[in-house]
Every structure is written in structure tokens, then in C-alpha cells.
């Protein structure tokens, strides 16, 4: 569990706040996540929406809030939560029904819910390079260094390294962009688990058996963006895809993740346009 102590938090004013607070951005895959899990937990919530595009993260308001610059963040009854997966982890103790950890087994989603923030890189890489698309560095020089020269901050009292992995990614972005060599790596990776997961639902409804659980909550929004980078779900994870279209048509999914920059029709010239290339013609799927 990621709760900051007292010293780590610098933006004191968010001590104050009484109930569930999240910071958030709409696009952003960790928070609909969470978003998500909200809405099908009923849990009342106040909304503070982040500016990513505007890098209102990197700026000193909000790294005195989460010195890793990331959102998602909850702020409950005045304690500052960090890390999405951790996040929904503390909110399933507090807000126990309707359940959606299987009792007995938080340890295993625990564990599960690792491996799927392991690929958020990989996740990054591929999002930028077929859906966002920006024409240049994702993130200016500016922005960077505002970001790096607020220092890394503690978390939990300790010296934190996460600031500087961030900062290691968009400044090798900047350098080379989303090369194929990257994209293909990332998008093996995910082949690789998706390839377990649908054997899974080739078996069962949802990942953990016959309930919908965190885990199908986690996946999904992973599946929806890469589905968004031309990833051919249909033809190699039959299951995943049925599975994924059955949770997408759910109101509480369906809700958060209609929130990206580009309608569907655009999405296909976005996926041309990276030197003719799509994610399949790039991983060579
Ligand atoms: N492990 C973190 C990852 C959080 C993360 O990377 N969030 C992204 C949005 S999905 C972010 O804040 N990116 C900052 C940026 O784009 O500058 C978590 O699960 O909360």
C-alpha cells in the first residue's frame, strides 16, 4: 500500500479534504481504471481533473501532492494514497461490497495486478505511438526540466527513484520517438500475456471465474487502448475480445473510456500515417 506520510506531502492544503477526492485526467488509462472500479462500487467521489496535455502534473502544485508526477491520486479523509493498483487495493478494505476482490485471494490479485503495471511502459509506448501521435517530443524540454528540477522527492519517507524512470522515458522519447524496434518489443510483451489471459476466458467469464472482479477491470482498459492501436484482438485472442466487447457495453466501463482525443475514423489514419506502418505490419503479428 502506497500512503504517503506526513513529510512527503508538500501541498498541505489536500490535509483538509474530507470524503474521497481523485485526481485525475480523462484519457488516462491508470485513472479510468480506478474510475471505473468507482462506478461499479457506488463510492460517491470528488473529481479533480489533472491537465496532462498541459502538464499540469509536472508542476510544483501537484508533485507537492505525488512527488512521481502520476495520476492517478486519492485523497481520503485527508491521507494521500498513491499508485492506482494500490489505490483500488486500500478502497476494496474500506468499501467492501459490493466485492470485487474475491475473498481470500487479495495476495493473488495483489500479485496479478503487479504484472499488469510491469507493462504500463510498454502500454505508453504503444498509446503514443499509433493513438496520441503527437507530431513532435510528447513532452517539451520545458516541461522536463521543470519536472526534474523540483527534485525526486520522498515517498514514505525514502528518497524516491520513480521521478527519475519518468524522466528517463520521455527524454529517450524525445531522443529516438516510438521506434519499431520498441513497439514491436512492447507489443510482444502484451501478446505474451494476452495469449495466457485468453485461455483463461476460453475456460470462464471473467479472470477470476464466474464474478467480475478487479482484474477484468485492470485488463480491459488495457485491451480498449491497444484495441484503439489497431491491435488485432478478433483474430488472435477470440475470448479477450468477446470478453472485452461484453465489459465495454457495461454503462460503468462504457463511460470512461469513450474519453480519447480521436473518434475511430480518425483512429485508422493515425495508425497509416506512422511511415504507412500499422501495429500488426510493426510486430509482425
Ligand atoms: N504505476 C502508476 C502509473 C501511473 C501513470 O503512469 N499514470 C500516467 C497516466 S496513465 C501519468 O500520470 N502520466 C504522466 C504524464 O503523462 O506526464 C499507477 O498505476 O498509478
Redesign the pocket.
Known amino acids: 500500500m502506497v500512503q504517503l506520510i506526513d513529510s512527503d506531502i508538500k501541498t498541505r492544503e489536500v490535509l483538509g479534504w474530507r470524503g474521497v477526492h481523485v485526481l485525475h ?1 480523462a484519457g ?4 479510468q481504471k480506478l474510475r471505473v472500479f468507482l462506478n461499479l462500487k457506488g463510492i460517491a467521489w470528488q473529481s479533480h481533473p489533472i491537465d ?1 496535455p498541459g ?1 499540469e ?2 508542476q510544483p502544485w501537484f508533485l507537492g501532492i505525488n512527488p512521481r ?4 491520486v486519492l485523497v481520503h479523509d485527508g491521507a494521500v494514497h ?4 494500490d489505490i483500488i487495493q486500500y478502497l476494496e478494505r474500506k468499501f467492501p461490497r459490493p466485492r470485487l476482490i474475491p475473498a481470500g485471494h487479495e495476495t493473488e490479485v495483489a500479485t496479478l495486478l503487479k504484472h499488469e ?1 510491469d507493462l ?1 511502459l510498454d502500454l ?1 509506448t504503444l498509446s503514443f505511438r499509433f493513438v496520441f501521435a503527437p507530431p513532435g517530443p510528447p ?1 517539451p524540454a520545458a516541461a522536463l526540466e521543470s519536472y526534474a528540477a523540483h527534485g525526486a522527492g520522498t515517498v514514505q519517507g525514502v528518497s524516491d527513484h520513480e521521478k527519475q524512470v ?1 524522466i528517463e522515458f520521455w527524454q529517450r522519447a524525445a531522443r529516438e520517438g516510438f521506434t519499431d524496434d520498441r513497439a514491436r518489443a512492447s507489443a510482444q510483451r502484451f501478446r505474451a500475456e494476452f495469449g495466457k489471459l485468453d485461455k483463461t476466458l476460453a475456460r470462464q467469464p471473467y479472470l477470476m471465474g464466474n464474478d467480475l472482479s478487479v482484474l477484468d477491470i485492470a485488463w480491459l482498459i488495457y485491451a480498449h487502448r491497444l484495441s484503439l492501436a489497431g491491435y488485432p484482438f478478433a483474430r488472435l485472442h477470440p475470448h479477450l475480445h468477446s470478453w472485452a466487447e461484453k465489459l465495454r457495453a457495461m454503462p460503468e466501463f462504457a463511460k470512461e473510456i469513450g474519453q480519447l482525443r480521436h473518434a475511430p475514423e480518425q483512429l485508422d489514419a493515425i495508425h497509416r500515417a506512422q511511415a504507412g506502418k500499422t501495429l500488426e505490419a510493426v510486430a509482425g503479428f
Do not use: A, T
Open positions: 485526467f488516462s488509462s491508470c485513472s496532462l502538464y502534473n509536472m508526477g502520476l495520476v492517478p498513491i499508485e492506482s493498483n503495471d504500463h505508453r513532452k519518468q
